[in-house]
């Protein structure tokens, strides 16, 4: 059993900057590979960035990369997403998981668990 809380959500103008965090706490954290999505209203859960367990291989949606930097810290047991450039799009609810099983690859959701509550993030124009 592994428990994600996220953070660092809030209110930003366009063009501002967030740092979201993931602690997780439970099983070994440090073996697992991570992932963060998103999911506005009306809309399915989005993958914007993942990360490998030991942090040696990032992955960015389109609509991450040049504006996002997804980064871990095993002895704290914490995944950071940096956004920087925020645009009104990148409103959502943004998620952290724990990546169990690759048959779906690092985008799908279906290949994760233990997902947080969310941390809200709005951006105003």
């Known amino acids: 059993q592994v428990t994600l809380v996220e953070s660092g959500g809030g209110l930003v103008q366009t063009g501002g900057s967030l740092r979201l965090s993931c602690a997780a706490s439970?099983?070994?954290?440090?073996?697992?590979?991570m992932g963060w999505f998103r999911q506005a209203p009306g809309k399915g859960r989005e993958f914007v960035s993942g990360i490998t367990w030991s942090g040696g291989t990032t992955y960015y949606a389109d609509s991450a990369k040049g504006r996002f930097t997804i980064s871990r810290d095993n002895a704290k047991n914490t995944v950071y997403l940096q956004m920087n450039s925020l645009k009104p799009d990148d409103t959502a609810v943004y998620y952290c998981?724990?990546?169990?099983?690759?048959?779906?690859?690092?985008?799908?959701?279906?290949?994760?668990?233990?997902w947080g509550q969310g941390t809200q993030v709005t951006v105003s124009s």
């Open positions: 998981g724990v990546l169990t099983t690759r048959d779906y690859g690092m985008g799908n959701a279906a290949g994760y668990d233990y």
């Open positions: 439970g099983r070994t954290f440090s073996v697992y590979s």
